[in-house]
């Protein structure tokens, strides 16, 4: 019998540290071009993950970061296990959340950071969006499934009433910013207008004849978080550790950002090797209305929107519905 119990005690043991051993090595996470993705840029450059990884005992834990070019991409990548996280702007995340609700579940994470849209127009005839016509074309990055559209069919149905939500939706074009900025300053081509985002729209504004005529703030009262980052249900509960690390890692890029503004504008200099001047970076996430947070903002709102206008078919009730726990102690929206 004391055999027997020795061996199992024996077994209890091998098996609890191949439980320990049995979270990730590697973690590959999927980010896209533009200010809103900083944090990945600092925590990547200052190994942020990997420092809280080995803090939670998990060792030396390599992290991949790569950009892709929108939401798409990122989760065709997750739903086939080549990634382990997406993120994306809340439109792409919420139609992922509500299709694999059953196949292949999956939540946010968390957030990590809010920066205001604007969209800007060079055609001297545009006050607002009551002032487009069939002869103007908006770019943005993703029709009907990025941030910028839902806002923009937000701001239609506040305008226009629910029915006509979708009443622009004609009128815009899928452009990655740098090229949409390119075709609006051209003053050349049919985009003549382009929901925007920091860095792009504060060079965009600075041009003659260019202004803007929609805010995010005209559309909600709260900020809104530009992107979340997701992942499957399957790779959180086989990884607490090493999900929590990322989510650290993340806070800690963040405040990191918040606490020294110029040295984060200049590390993104460095690592986007854009060729924006550093002072305009700096003027762009020291703008009224940015805040880098984990803090998930206005998901409430836009996922209600998408479900009431049919984008959706999972009715939310609230921000915590399509997050993991983790995230739940967070001032939300």
Known sequence: ?????????????????GAARAEANKVRIAIQPGLAWLPFLVADDGHLIEKHAKAAGLGDVAVEIRTVSGGGVMNDALLSGNLDFASSGIPAFMVIWDKAATALPMKAVCAFGSLPFDL???DPKINSIKDFTDANKIALPTVKASGQAIVLEMAVAKEFGQDNYAKLDPLTISRGHPDAVAALLSGKGEIDSHFSAPPYQQVELKAPGIRSVLKTSDVLDQPLSNGLLYTTQKFHDANP???????????????????????????????TKETTPVEQILEAISAPGVDYTIAPQSVY??????NKVGIVKHPVTSWKDVFFSEAHSLPGS
């Open 1 to 17: 019998m004391r055999m027997r119990m020795a061996g199992l005690a024996l077994a209890i043991a091998v098996l609890a540290s």
């Open 120 to 122: 800007v127009t060079r």
């Open 241 to 271: 550790k090493l999900f929590q690390a990322v989510m650290d890692g993340l806070k800690e890029a963040d405040e990191k950002i918040t606490a020294d503004k110029r040295a984060a504008a200049e590390l993104y200099i460095r690592v």
């Open 301 to 306: 709102a836009m996922a209600s929107f998408m």
